[in-house]
């Protein structure tokens, strides 16, 4: 059945290509951390601009647009960040975004060269934003933990739980890509998980408050480690987890563990990269071990989903051969690696998407 769609006219396009606004206004702040100068307190846009050490007339015009956003109050000439928002958009409270909306600035700054990217078919050059390239690296490590920590422990207890309806190589599928759905799967057992490109740990405490008992290894650069190092450091966990740093694109992976877990990770390269990775996967999981992969999976028309399909984009800008892959690519080169049965675990129209497959005894 044809999916029933609103008719495109010129006033939603030129709605669309407006959508940028509020975004610009919303990163500039971050970029200042104008809401960190406000938090708390009352101030009028001298003193914001004096805090911040910028022009008045141009600190007053944003001070105003981010209160017409209701992110500020204006009460006269003086201004404060909302009670709701701050939380939101400032350092170091659990329920913060500030890392997410601070790497969105980078990659808005990646779609800005979109066209000429089409043209040349690499991405532009890599601009920094004023607070320069290590902070924005930092705010895209931690991105990561913003993204993927309200959602990290419903995925593990679908995992866990198992029975979910999956897609298996050689599945019989709709004219769409949509496959029958499979038998249930038992749910998930390790004894050690390997989590490559841990990033700060979200994905290994979930994990290891998921199963007790068990250890982790948390594998990436050494900046994504001192992070992790930060976070876990502070938790219940902290025995349990050992830390590893390293580069998957030039070194091997720790051995030892039977379940490695790869988290939005093979959108990043090409397929040529993920066979390669996938084949050090395999050659550290111990006989009987399995590999999951969270990440967007496509149809095989590839304009589903939609995110997917933007998602791409993102990688285009961003990365030399970076893209988005439907099941039956990341099965083959799971396959080609070494493993075997590959299955779509979890199938969601987002980055939440799990492949498993496994290593023979």
């Keep these: 059945m044809n999916e029933q769609k609103a008719p495109v006219t010129g006033g939603n396009i030129l709605e669309t290509m407006g959508g940028f606004r509020p975004t610009c206004v919303l990163g500039a702040a971050a970029e200042l951390d104008l809401f960190g100068v406000l938090a708390g307190q009352s101030m009028s846009a001298e003193e914001v ?21 209701g992110l500020l109050s ?53 601009q920094a934003s004023i607070r ?8 895209f490590i931690a991105a990561m933990h913003s993204v993927s920590g309200p959602l990290a422990d419903g995925l593990v207890a679908k995992l866990v739980a198992g029975g979910m309806p999956s897609r298996s190589v ?14 249930p799967h038992g749910g998930l057992k390790f004894q050690h998980l390997l989590d490559v490109g841990g990033a700060s740990g979200t994905w290994t ?23 992790a190092r930060q976070r876990i450091g502070t938790t219940e966990l902290a025995d349990r987890v050992d830390f590893v740093a390293g580069d998957f694109y030039r070194d091997e992976l720790p051995a030892g563990a039977d379940f490695a877990w790869v988290s939005a990770i093979i959108h990043q390269h090409a397929r040529e990269d993920s066979r390669e990775l996938f084949a050090k996967v395999f050659r550290a999981l111990e006989p009987g071990g399995r590999i999951g992969i969270r990440d967007i999976v496509m149809e095989p028309c590839r304009t589903r989903p939609l995110l997917g399909a933007l998602f791409a984009i993102n990688m285009l800008v961003a990365t030399e051969r970076g893209g988005t892959y439907t099941f039956q690519e ?15 675990r979890v199938k969601a129209e987002d980055m939440t998407s799990v492949v498993m497959a496994g290593k023979p005894r």
Excluded: C
């Excluded at 320069?132 to 705010?139: I, Q, S, Y």
């Excluded at 408050?209 to 948390?218: D, E, K, S, V």
């Excluded at 070494?338 to 299955?343: L, M, N, R, S, Y």
């Design 49 to 69: 601009a004096a805090k911040l050490n910028s022009d008045l007339r141009a600190t007053t015009m944003l001070l105003d647009a981010l209160a017409a956003l």
């Design 74 to 126: 204006k009460d006269a000439d003086r201004y404060v960040v909302l009670d709701e928002v701050r939380p939101l958009l400032t350092h170091g409270t659990p329920q913060t975004v500030l890392p997410m909306v601070l790497h969105n600035m980078s990659v808005l700054r990646n779609w800005s060269q979109l066209a000429w990217v089409a043209k040349a078919g690499i991405p532009g050059p890599r």
């Design 132 to 139: 320069g390239f290590e902070a924005d690296r930092a705010a």
């Design 170 to 183: 050689g599945m019989s599928a709709g004219p769409h890509g949509d496959a029958n759905d499979a038998m």
């Design 205 to 227: 405490l979930a994990f290891l408050h998921a199963f007790p008992g068990t250890r982790a290894i948390i594998f990436d650069l050494p900046d994504a480690i001192v992070q």
């Design 330 to 344: 990341i099965a083959a080169d799971l396959q080609a690696a070494g493993f075997t049965d590959p299955e779509l």
